[in-house]
């Protein structure tokens, strides 16, 4: 496998702000070039959930995430606040 580096990463047009009930998330979608895309999203207070899913398209990857999103509602993928442990 060849060594990418982070300017090698190739990032959806796909990838969107993600709001419900006064909610948000980032959905990002990306790959490394010859690889199938990945996706994550991001709360406002900086956790992620990734999937170990790879999709042949990001179109694939942004259908998936949404119907993640919609079955488990938009709280499951919100975490605490990133300073929440020092306290």
């Known amino acids: 496998m060849p060594d990418y580096t982070e300017d ?11 709001t419900k009930d006064g909610k948000s998330i980032e959905i990002e979608i990306y790959r490394m070039p010859d690889t199938a895309w990945n996706v994550q999203v991001v709360d406002t207070f900086g956790n992620s959930t990734v999937w ?3 999709f042949e398209s990001d179109k694939e990857a942004l259908q998936f995430v949404l119907a993640e999103i919609e079955r488990d509602g938009i709280d499951e993928f919100i975490g605490p606040p990133s300073n929440w442990a020092d306290h």
């Open 8 to 18: 090698d990463l190739i990032e959806s047009l796909l990838d969107q702000t993600y």
């Open 52 to 54: 170990d899913d790879e």
